[in-house]
């Protein structure tokens, strides 16, 4: 365990946070809303380093880039 937290790790490991943390909330609140419920739950269980999410939001619930950006604007 004391590896893994080493310097280059650790910041590797903050990357994937800030990567990831993102496209879940937004995934699993577009699934949410859009009372997809095995893909929230999906969404929930499941850590594929936002490969799932991106999918889903993209090509499910056919949300478009702009989309997210009005979004993440709007609520900052």
Do not use: C
Not at 39 to 57: G, K, P, V
């Amino acid at each position: 365990m004391e590896q893994f937290l080493t310097n280059n790790s650790l910041w590797l490991f903050i990357i994937i946070i800030f990567w990831v943390l993102p496209w879940k909330g937004f995934a699993m609140w577009t699934a949410a809303r859009n009372s997809h419920k095995k893909w929230f739950i999906a969404l929930l269980i499941l850590n594929t380093f936002a490969i799932l999410e991106i999918i889903y939001i993209f090509w499910v619930a056919k949300k478009k880039p702009k989309d997210l950006l009005k979004v993440f604007k709007t609520k900052i």
